[in-house]
T-cell receptor
Framework: GQQVMQIPQYQHVQEGEDFTTYCNSS?????IQWYKQRPGGHPVFLIQ?????EVKKQKRLTFQFGEAKKNSSLHITATQTTDVGTYFC?????????????FGQGTILTVHP | NAGVTQTPKFRVLKTGQSMTLLCAQD?????MYWYRQDPGMGLRLIHY???????AKGEVPDGYNVSRLKKQNFLLGLESAAPSQTSVYFC???????????FGDGTRLSIL
């Protein structure tokens, strides 16, 4: 079945440093979504990427979808303490998947002030 | 605006006991999902539903059953709880394909 691998599992940064998490799917995706989960909270949708090579920005966050639609990345510029949490990518195979998402293992980000 | 509501929030069970987790959404979404979250493993899909009266198996369905008798509710049942089912369970709903999923606050379940 479809697998989505995400690295790194943990990332510790000083406030102001940049952060990147990478996601790789075993199969070509219809779209990829990114979610953020604060400690003790639930996943919250950040963004969806659909097109090959797509790049989207949300303030300090930059999301990329690979040309082959099998990999993606999330980059945060100048991290802040409010960025703390676990970031998940989730791949949608499309077709008759009925929106089923395969989640990566997540990257836990801690930010030291 | 409640969104997705899960009950209960916490529960401790003994091995062999049964229980039902309730998920309710007030957004008139067609699709609903049950996930379990374990450390280092992301979220894994247990069962899902694409509409009232329909259910289907996800990645890790063994030991669980589900029902969707009403569009707004999706129930997850554990018939005979096992320690391996200790986890955090999340319910999510989605309006349709290529839409974001909206998650509930989760149910933290411990089985002794």
């Amino acid at each position: 079945g479809q697998q989505v691998m995400q690295i790194p599992q943990y990332q510790h940064v000083q406030e102001g440093e940049d952060f990147t998490t990478y996601c790789n799917s075993s199969t070509t995706l219809s779209n990829i979504q990114w979610y953020k989960q604060r400690p003790g909270g639930h996943p919250v949708f950040l963004i969806q990427l659909v097109k090959s090579g797509e790049v989207k920005k949300q303030k300090r966050l930059t999301f990329q979808f690979g040309e082959a639609k099998k990999n993606s990345s999330l980059h945060i510029t100048a991290t802040q303490t409010t960025d703390v949490g676990t970031y998940f990518c989730a791949g949608d195979a499309g077709g008759t998947s009925y929106g089923k998402l395969t989640f990566g293992q997540g990257t836990i980000l801690t930010v030291h002030p | 605006n409640a969104g997705v509501t899960q009950t209960p929030k916490f529960r401790v069970l003994k091995t062999g006991q049964s229980m039902t987790l309730l998920c309710a959404q007030d957004m008139n979404h067609e699709y609903m999902y049950w996930y379990r979250q374990d450390p280092g493993m992301g979220l894994r899909l247990i069962h899902y539903s694409v509409g009232e009266g329909t259910t289907a198996k996800g990645e890790v369905p063994d030991g669980y059953n589900v029902s969707r008798l009403k569009k707004q509710n999706f129930l997850l049942g554990l018939e005979s709880a096992a320690p391996s089912q200790t986890s955090v369970y999340f319910c999510a709903s989605m309006r349709g394909n290529n839409q974001p999923q909206h998650f509930g606050d989760g149910t933290r379940l411990s089985i002794l």
